[in-house]
């Protein structure tokens, strides 16, 4: 395969699962972080209050976090999440700087375009998305063939048209 044309392997969306959940792992820890306290954030956060921004985001975040780990309601969930990265960058760290190298705000970034392409890529092989799309696309195949398998009988049941048209032979004589 030459090395600027895109991968069409089975490894693709395996490796797409793997970033997935390994993404999915870390963001459900900034849930953890601050819903519980764990692991212990490098800057003081106030007490956890589900009504508060911080809390809302926390319960968002391990919810979320979840599902893209298990790869379950995958574009619709990082749909939510890519928003709730981007209102997180431009309330708290776009203010502070332009440049989210110097606002601290490249993870939020990062997820958010992460989330993003997950919105429009799936979840990968490895996810139950996957497997809930495999398990109906086998009901559907199964389906198409046991109808064609009643058409099929109903042609050999069904009695054969009766010609139109005299009921004996006709002889012709010449």
């Known amino acids: 395969m030459p090395i600027l044309e895109a991968s069409r392997t089975v490894w693709t969306s395996r490796a797409l699962s793997v970033f997935r959940i390994v993404a999915g792992l870390i963001f459900f820890s900034y849930g953890t972080m601050k819903v519980f306290g764990y692991p212990p954030s490098p800057a003081p956060i106030p007490a956890f209050s589900p009504a508060s921004l911080l809390g809302?985001?926390?319960l968002i975040e391990m919810t979320g976090g979840i599902a893209?780990?298990?790869g379950l309601v995958t574009r619709p969930v990082a749909f939510v999440l890519a928003g709730e990265m981007a209102v997180a960058y431009f309330y708290q760290h776009f203010p502070?700087?332009?440049?989210?190298?110097?606002?601290?705000?490249?993870?939020a970034v990062l997820f958010c375009f992460f989330f993003l392409y997950l919105t429009f890529a799936g979840a990968g092989?490895?996810?139950l998305d996957a497997l809930?799309?495999?398990?109906?696309w086998v009901q559907r195949l199964a389906a198409e063939?046991?109808?064609?398998?009643?058409?099929?009988?109903e042609l050999e049941i069904r009695p054969r048209p009766r010609p139109v048209g005299p009921s004996r032979p006709v002889l012709h004589r010449g």
């Open 132 to 136: 809930i799309s495999r398990k109906k």
């Open 56 to 58: 809302i985001a926390g």
């Open 125 to 127: 092989a490895w996810s």
């Open 68 to 70: 893209i780990i298990l």
């Open 96 to 107: 502070k700087s332009f440049f989210p190298t110097t606002n601290m705000g490249v993870p």
């Open 145 to 153: 063939r046991h109808a064609e398998k009643n058409k099929e009988l």
